[in-house]
């Protein structure tokens, strides 16, 4: 499973753009690139997944370059409310294995008025 | 309306105690897990059931057995409670060939 890394913490403002990056050197043909996010005392909630290029939903953009060696997390006019961990994890979601993936210690955002 | 439900929300119990934490989804999904969250926020997978049969156990001490009533329901039985068994406890689920892993909003459990 391919290991990720990704910034301990960010800072950022309401309103502002942020962009937050993991890094995946070693991702498998079939691995997918999944972001989940974590309010205190909440569990993980799916935010976005892509495979190559650029996914978009109502919540947030995935970049992904063709060598898919790394991927970015774009989470466009922030409010207080994205105060929170955001997890990248890299591995086939169908797989076995991904379910055994270990979260890690994610990016801590912390949005101020 | 809660999709992935576990209570106890908070559980605060003394060594050498037994409890469970039980979980439900009512979303459908046949593959349900127990993830465990220590302090230092890492999250690990522990068990997977998928249509009540175990698929994925973790190594995890024998005093931790999971239970599966039905695919909608995932109860995680404790034995003997240890302190560093303190942690959060997620239940989660994933429909049937779906991508997406639903987590429960976790059991605080406090072992004194």
């Known amino acids: 499973l391919a290991k990720t890394t990704q910034p301990i913490s960010m800072d950022s403002y309401e309103g502002q753009e942020v962009n937050i990056t993991c890094s995946h050197n070693?991702?498998?043909?079939?691995?997918?690139i999944t972001w989940y996010q974590q309010f205190p005392s909440q569990g993980p909630r799916f935010i976005i997944q892509?495979?190559?290029t650029k996914v978009t939903n109502e919540v947030a953009s995935l970049f992904i370059p063709a060598d898919r060696k790394s991927s970015t997390l774009s989470l466009p006019r922030v409010s207080l409310s994205d105060t929170a961990v955001y997890y990248c994890?890299?591995?086939?979601?169908?797989?076995?294995?991904?379910?055994?993936?270990?979260f890690g210690t994610g990016t801590r955002l912390l949005v101020s008025p | 309306d809660t999709a992935v439900s576990q209570t106890p929300k908070y559980l605060v119990t003394q060594m050498g105690n037994d409890k469970s934490i039980k979980c439900e989804q009512n979303l459908g999904h046949d593959t349900m897990y127990w993830y465990k969250q220590d302090s230092k926020k890492f999250l690990k997978i522990m068990f997977s059931y998928n249509n009540k049969e175990l698929i994925i156990n973790e190594t995890v001490p024998n005093r931790f057995s999971p239970k599966s009533p039905d695919k909608a329901h995932l109860n995680l039985h404790i034995n003997s409670l240890e302190l560093g068994d303190s942690a959060v406890y997620f239940c989660?689920?994933?429909?049937?060939?779906?991508?997406?892993?639903?987590f429960g909003e976790g059991s605080w459990l406090t072992v004194v």
């Open positions: 070693n991702i498998a043909t079939n691995d997918y």
């Open positions: 892509g495979y190559k």
């Open positions: 989660a689920s994933r429909p049937p060939g779906g991508n997406t892993i639903y």
């Open positions: 994890l890299v591995g086939d979601p169908r797989n076995t294995g991904f379910q055994k993936l270990v």
